[in-house]
């Protein structure tokens, strides 16, 4: 069967706002995942790479230590996933976890790998990277944008905090101009090499910080592409939303949750969620940049948390006075039920666990309050 090609421009997606969900799994889907997903009214879907198994040490890469070429048999794993996807209904933006020096942490013995922001020769590499994967996929009618790096942190280990004052951060961003560590100046080079092979594929870039919005907001202009996407993440207040808060003896709750925020302890509710959300918007209003280039790529909190139907309408609602595109964390992942809004809340994770570890996972409940709030908004586009 002939493989199919690519007859729009890609960007043209971007114009009205588009929902959809991340895939984060151990291993391609296929069609039934595919379907469900679009099920839920999602027309677009964020499939990060990295976890797959590959007979490299890293999917697609061989090696983050040493790049010299696209594994084949992993390209072929990720063309049918594509297919599939494709076939299914769905737009596809591509997004790696790992590239070359700086491997996922989870598959880094849980270290942060800071080698990209300290090495020319790794950026390099990464720029070969996407040449080689951008020439292959090019004309793949599926994918509707580049990500070019899962949630960059080139500020981990040689920067301030993660949500300190936005001076702060606008003067360490302005410090590193030209640096290693600029993610403006890396960007700029990697775009530069895909589109020596392609000229319209819409480029995502998320802000430093893990794409914190107060990152992307402390940039002094927007890149040069006419072509790009500015991407932010949402789960503040991360002590609240993350998988810790649900070991304490008693969960923090939302709204009222403080945590230390710009030089001061924030309490967190409804305008304060719409605030962090709107320093990505207000950033491209200044710079002229069209609210339609900027999506929320990733959102959420754990499914057992009692205040997630809240946060999670506060986030949707702060996102959608902006009209923006949005994509939930995470449908269907197959090793965590975190955030699998699928589930009930009364579905304890050990169960989850057990059934899947049985081959059982067609008794696992999959009727969520969750989702049915996410349905609704995807279903509303």
């Keep these: 069967m002939a493989q199919p090609v690519r007859s729009e421009d890609p960007m043209t997606f971007w114009d009205t706002p588009r929902k959809g969900g991340n895939a984060f799994n151990t291993a391609p889907q296929g069609e039934e995942y595919y379907t469900a997903l679009a099920g839920t009214g999602a027309t677009w879907v964020r499939l990060m790479l990295g976890k797959w198994q590959s007979t490299g040490r890293d999917f697609l890469l061989g090696n983050a230590d040493a790049y010299e070429g696209l594994v084949d048999t992993d390209l072929s794993a990720l063309m049918a996933e594509l297919d599939t996807a494709h076939a299914a209904g769905l737009r596809v933006v591509l997004a790696p976890v790992t590239l070359p020096g700086t491997r996922w942490a989870q598959h880094n013995e849980g270290v942060y790998d800071d080698r990209l922001w300290s090495s020319a020769a790794f950026q390099s590499q990464a720029v070969n990277f996407w040449v080689d994967l951008a020439t292959e996929l090019k004309q793949h009618p599926a994918i509707v944008a580049y990500d070019i790096l899962n949630e960059p942190a080139p500020e981990r280990l040689a920067g301030p905090g993660e949500n300190s004052p936005l001076e702060t951060l606008k003067e360490w961003q302005q410090d590193q101009e030209g640096g290693t560590r600029d993610l403006r100046a890396f960007y700029t080079k990697v775009i530069a090499g895909i589109r020596a092979v392609d000229d319209k594929m ?84 200044h710079h002229r940049v069209p609210l339609k280039r900027v999506v929320a790529s990733e959102f959420g909190c754990m499914r057992r948390w009692k205040d997630c139907g809240s946060y999670l309408t506060d986030v949707l609602d702060a996102v959608e006075d902006r009209n923006g595109h949005w994509a939930f964390y995470a449908f269907r992942e197959d090793e965590w039920d975190g955030m699998d809004y699928e589930l009930p809340a009364s579905l304890r994770p050990g169960r989850f666990y057990y059934l899947k570890q049985e081959g059982k996972a067609e008794l696992i409940p999959r009727n969520g309050e969750l989702m049915e709030l996410l349905q609704k908004r995807m279903k509303a586009q």
């Design 202 to 285: 819409p480029i995502m870039v998320g802000g430093g910080w893990f794409a914190n919005p107060r990152s992307l907001a402390a940039w002094p202009a927007p890149l040069s592409d006419n072509r790009v996407i500015y991407a932010f993440h949402m789960y503040e207040p991360y002590a609240a939303t993350s998988a810790g808060n649900m070991r304490r003896d008693k969960p923090l709750r939302y709204p009222g949750v403080k945590t230390f925020y710009d030089g001061q302890d924030l309490a967190w509710d409804r305008q304060a969620v719409k605030s962090h959300v709107d320093l990505a918007y207000s950033w491209a209003s």
